[in-house]
Nanobody, 121 residues
Framework: QVQLVESGGDLVQTGGSLRLSCSAS????????MGWYRQAPGKQRELVAD???????NYADSAKGRFTISRDNAKKTVYLQMDNLKSEDTAVYYC???????????????WGQGTQVPVSS
């Protein structure tokens, strides 16, 4: 089975930086888009950024200029570098991947378990 495992969440002060990582494992035949979503308390889950297998990126307006998404296809890993963090960035961050796994007829979506990022002022 496929697993997405996140790491890097931690308490950080306003203006600080943090790097999140997410590695995919399992019987993956093709790894398409990988991305990061977040869910703040009392709010809906929202896209932060995603990246295609050939490196095209897409960012939420709130992330532009402060966050950078990247990936290492050989390691099946996606990263999110977050700089100049603000209190409103406080959320649980979830890794997301759209991929084709062994036994699937078409690509589908997988989620990580989430990692907490509290930003203190």
């Amino acid at each position: 089975q496929v697993q997405l495992v996140e790491s890097g969440g931690d308490l950080v002060q306003t203006g600080g930086s943090l790097r999140l990582s997410c590695s995919a494992s399992g019987n993956i035949l093709r790894l398409n888009i990988m991305g990061w979503y977040r869910q703040a308390p009392g709010k809906q889950r929202e896209l932060v950024a995603d990246i295609t297998s050939d490196g095209r990126t897409n960012y939420a307006d709130s992330a532009k200029g402060r966050f950078t998404i990247s990936r290492d296809n050989a390691k099946k890993t996606v990263y999110l570098q977050m700089d100049n963090l603000k209190s409103e960035d406080t959320a649980v961050y979830y890794c997301n991947a759209k991929l084709l796994a062994l036994g699937d007829f078409w690509p589908r979506e997988y989620w990580g378990q989430g990692t907490q990022v509290p930003v203190s002022s």
